[in-house]
């Protein structure tokens, strides 16, 4: 069975891939003004007005953190669905209907932020902008990532009607898009319960609470997948046998399936609700991804091979290393101060890396060729560091009593371990961006670059 992507199919790969790098472009811009806000000194030669770095936080945050993991894992799961198994979309009208609407929806987005047009809702998970324009970016991207779950959940159920095998990675991201399906769910709930309360507008804070935590499942599964394929494509073998993957998968879903009926269960406005979904997300993350963890080291030690100057297996590495230096600082904070964004920062960084090091290895699925290996070999470790001294400084800081979600004046450095670790959290950021700025630049140069000669593509091949 051919594996060579349709022009339809190679041409919707290459637009989600497009979207995703895109997004962080605009992340990376936002993220520039909020870590200079942070920064003593610079923060007060600024020239925009204070109340400006709330609203390129919520631009950061929803690009950074929602929009770019979700096109990534929408490349994914399309990748999966058909390059893996050798099919064409269930609808190439579909695929395409889906890209645009993302795209509309992160152009509302990125537009809304920029020109200022909302005040700032800091919300957990989704910030927002109070005005029709951002709401109308977010409704237009999750109906595009919508139909992009239908349309790739439509091609693998037919796939195994006609008696196909479903790999592995296949598996993992029909799993991830199963938690961003149940993460809508929990979003619509608990407008809608809202609204039945008598409320006239919803509080933002409870209705992504509890889908926002589904999400980070999503997340959590979409960059064990990509750990999985780079070790396919890095060592020719996946870590663990196919009925140990699927079942480690499906041990997420445990945690994942039952979350709409918490919205029956507790108020959304009680802390019974919001411990609930904490405690799923507390007990529901860690064991299968601490197996797969395991799994690939023991994979990278018989393997012996230590390619440190190849940007997949140092994505790889890295990856893995940040997200258990997240799960420590998880375990050790008390109270609410910067040690919690020292701890998110870890965890979502390491997806970040894991999409970034697979980007690196996967572009000749949309024949591109990568524009420079040399700087895709440096780029891993930059963005590491950066990200390291971020969460340090505001690990140190957060000991020192520095709240979260505070910005210029109002941080309050009274004492020098918050002046120390806020200045080492900013040189981290300045550090982090620049990684993220090298990353952006090949990638896309990469994309833009002319295509490359006929041939079956280097991700093309089926995995276990």
């Not at 796939?159 to 199963?178: D, H, N, Q, S, Y």
């Not at 407008?191 to 999503?218: C, K, N, T, V």
């Not at 960084?349 to 700087?375: C, D, H, Q, W």
Request: glycine share 12%.
């Amino acid at each position: 069975m051919n594996k060579t992507p349709s022009e339809s199919t190679r041409k919707t790969l290459y637009w989600w891939l497009l979207l995703s790098v895109l997004s962080l472009v605009f992340a990376g811009i936002f993220a520039l003004f909020v870590a200079l806000a942070r920064t003593p000194v610079i923060e007060d030669m600024l020239p925009f007005g204070r109340d400006y770095i709330y609203v390129a936080l919520v631009g950061h945050v929803d690009l950074a953190v929602v929009i770019w993991f979700l096109t990534f894992e929408g490349f994914l799961m399309v990748l999966t669905s058909t390059v893996n198994i050798g099919r064409r979309e269930w609808s190439e009208a579909l695929g395409w209907g889906s890209v645009v609407f993302a795209a509309g929806g992160m152009a509302l987005v990125v537009i809304a932020a920029i020109f200022g047009l909302g005040r700032a809702e800091l919300s957990n998970y989704v910030p927002v902008l109070l005005t029709p324009v951002f709401y109308s970016g977010l409704i237009f991207f999750a109906f595009g990532v919508t139909l992009n779950l239908i349309n790739t959940s439509f091609t693998v159920f037919k796939a195994k009607a006609e008696g196909e095998r479903i790999p592995v990675t296949t598996f993992g991201m029909l799993t991830a898009g199963l938690a961003v399906f149940v993460a809508m769910l929990c979003f619509a709930l608990s407008g809608y319960l809202q609204m039945a309360s008598g409320r006239a507008f919803p509080d933002f804070e409870r209705l992504f609470w509890g889908g926002g935590h589904i999400l980070q499942f999503a997340n959590t599964i979409a960059m064990v997948t990509a750990w999985i394929y780079l070790c396919g494509l890095i060592f020719k073998k996946e870590p663990l046998g196919v009925a140990s993957s699927k079942s480690l998968y499906a041990f997420y879903l445990l945690f994942v399936l039952p979350a709409p009926l918490i919205y029956y269960m507790y108020g959304v406005s009680t802390p019974a609700h919001k411990q609930s979904f904490t405690m799923l997300m507390q007990w529901g993350l860690g064991p299968s991804t601490g197996v797969f963890i395991l799994a690939i080291a023991a994979l990278m030690v018989s393997n012996g091979r230590r390619r440190w100057k190849d940007p997949g297996f140092s994505s790889l590495v890295l990856s893995m290393g940040i997200f258990l230096t997240g799960g420590v600082i998880g375990m050790l904070l008390k109270g609410v101060n910067t040690k919690v964004p020292a701890h998110y920062h870890c965890v979502i960084g390491a997806v970040t890396i894991a999409f970034m090091g697979l980007f690196y290895e996967i572009v000749p699925v949309v024949n591109k060729e990568l524009y420079s290996r040399k700087m895709a070999a440096v780029q891993p470790y930059l963005y590491t560091v950066g990200l390291l001294l971020f969460a340090m400084g505001l690990f140190i800081a957060g000991g020192h009593g520095a709240a979260r979600k505070t910005y210029g004046s109002d941080q309050n450095l009274d004492n020098i371990g918050k002046i120390i670790g806020m200045s080492v959290m900013g040189f981290g950021g300045l550090v982090a961006i620049g990684g993220g700025i090298t990353f952006v630049l090949n990638a896309l140069l990469t994309l833009f670059k002319k295509d490359i000669s006929s041939g079956e593509p280097v991700a093309g091949r089926r995995p276990a």
